[in-house]
Structures are given as C-alpha cells and as structure tokens.
C-alpha cells in the first residue's frame, strides 16, 4: 500500500507542475529529470542496502566526489580507462573497509564515524585539485566519454546504469539468503547473532558495497560532465537518503525495497525539477529539499510505529 500511495503523489506532482507549466512533461524536460536523477539514484542503491542492514554511510557523497577526481587524473595521464575505472573502484572498496573499521573494529557510532570521513574526503578533493576542475579530453577518452553523453531514447544511459542496479539489487535483497540477512540484521542485530548469523560481517560487506557504489556514480558524473569535480557529488549523498526514507526504507534498518527507492527518487528529482520549470530560485529548492527530508524521516517514523504496534499484537495474541 505504501508503494501505491507514493505511486499516486508521484502522479499528483508530475500532474500539478504540468498543470502550472505545459513544459514540464517535454521529451527536454523528462530527460532533464532522468539526468538529475542519477548521480542520487546511484548513491540510494547502496545507501538502502545498508540502511536496510541497520547503518547509515554520510560519507558516500565524498568518496563519490574523489572518485571522480581519481578518475579524472589517471585520464588525464592516458590510462586506459577500464583499467582507471576498475582501480577508482578499488578505491571505493576500500574507503569501505575504513568506515567497516570504524564502525565494527572501533564501535564508533556510524553517524559520526562517516561524517568525519566525509569531511577528509571532501577536503582532499580541494586540496588535490586546488578547488579547480580536472577535465577529460573527449579525444583521448572518447568511449569513456560517451557513457556518460549517450542517450537511449529519452534516456540518458547514466540513468539506465542506474535502473540496472535497482533490479540488480532489488532481486538480491528479495530473493537471495544474503538479501534475507541484511532483513535480519537490520531488524534485530541480536536476534540474528542467535541465529548464527554475523552482523559485523553483512555489515562490513555493507559498507564496502556502498562506497564502491559511489565511487562509480562519481566515475558516471565525470563521465557526463568530462571532468572531475570538487563540488560534483555535493549534497547528493542526502538526497540519495531522502528518496530511499521516501521509499519507505525504514531508517532504523529492517524494512524497505528497491521499488518504492525508485518511486521516492523520481518522486523527490521531479519535485525539485517541477520548483525549476515554474520559477522558484535556487534558496527555494534548498528549501524544500530539507522539507522533503523532514517529512520522509516523519513518514518513517510513523512507519516504524505502526509496524511496531502490529509486532505487539501479534505477539499478545500468540
């Protein structure tokens, strides 16, 4: 029923902006919002999962945002670019694994854990590229170029990438006995430790699939703007969060499917499209962004009692 309500404020939104501006639902316009969509769709993939398993990552937007400066420079350094996309990965992988060691090696709290690397992160892509951009020449890197510039239809293929991995992870988290785990884990750490599960190893893997994941949308946002930027990612890694919690992820781990995760981004990417096409400045966007925000966490947290509530009954019944 969730995923039918958002479903339906989806339509609502998309109507009452077309309403406001016949422009809105343009073939120009409709593939402005799957552009807009892909960097935080990319980055919601792997921030559901491990929101699912009970953590949270803030610091996926700077590895994503040095990713793509990695990337940039070995590019520009006449690399092959299979070969520079799989060591930017590795790059993900292991900024995974530093965040799995703060948080399960450490016991740091996940919030301030990533945080903290968020802010080293963001800060060595200012002091690498001296706050400047790193472009990519199109000549020596045409193939590189053009996944990020290629359209199929009025979709851009960065955004397919993107739906790609949703299935991709959508499938595994419904149907696979890893998928099942991280339910479990995110649900009742405890009660999975009973069940001869590892918490602090799903969580690990969590950790490193998140990071890996951002490092190739910031290899894909290179990839579309032909350069790395310091700024690219910005942000992003919160509005990865805001669609996944309006998709129903619960932020307290457990519950939430990749389905409503691609309801609740293009439900939030054409909001803030829909802001733009009729006029509202950038301070409006901002703006909205953070009441977006405030209401996903309001949703889940009456999500999360209802769910609750019902847990109880059962449980007074049996």
Not at 116 to 145: D, E, K, M, R, W
Not at 268 to 286: A, E, H, I, K, M
Not at 288 to 293: K, P
């Amino acid at each position: 029923m969730k995923e039918i309500t958002l479903v339906f404020v989806l339509i609502v939104v998309l109507y009452t902006f077309w309403m406001l501006n016949s422009n809105y639902l343009s073939v120009f316009n409709i593939r402005n919002i799957f552009s807009a969509a892909f960097v935080m769709g990319t980055l919601a993939v792997g921030m559901s999962c491990l929101l699912i398993g009970g953590r949270i990552d803030l610091s996926a937007g700077g590895t994503g945002m040095l990713a793509g400066i990695i990337i940039a420079i070995l590019l520009r350094s006449e690399m092959n670019w299979i070969l520079a996309l799989i060591i930017t990965l590795l790059f993900g992988a292991a900024t995974g694994l530093v965040n799995a060691f703060f948080v399960n090696v450490m016991r740091f709290a996940p919030f301030i854990a990533t945080l903290a690397v968020s802010s080293v992160y963001s800060g060595l892509s200012l002091v690498v590229t001296n706050a400047h951009n790193i472009s990519i020449s199109s000549q020596l890197h045409p193939t590189f170029i053009l996944i990020g510039s290629t359209n199929i239809g009025i979709i851009p293929l960065p955004f397919l990438i993107t739906l790609i991995l949703m299935v991709a992870y959508g499938v595994m988290l419904s149907y696979t006995k890893f998928g099942r785990r991280v339910y479990m884990v995110g649900g009742n750490a405890n009660a999975a430790r009973l069940a001869g599960i590892n918490p602090k190893q799903i969580t690990s893997i969590l950790f490193v699939n998140n990071s890996v994941i951002a490092s190739l949308a910031g290899a894909l946002i290179a990839s579309r703007m032909h350069m790395g930027s310091p700024t690219a990612v910005m942000g992003a890694d919160l509005d990865g969060i805001t669609a996944a919690i309006l998709g129903g992820i619960a932020f307290t781990g457990g519950a939430g499917n990749m389905f409503g995760v691609f309801v609740g981004l293009m439900l939030l990417t054409s909001f803030q499209n829909g802001l733009v096409v009729v006029g509202f400045g950038p301070y409006y966007q901002v703006a909205a962004r953070g009441l977006l925000l405030v209401a996903a966490l309001i949703l889940d947290y009456y999500r999360v009692t209802a769910r609750q509530k019902s847990l109880s009954t059962r449980g007074t019944h049996s």
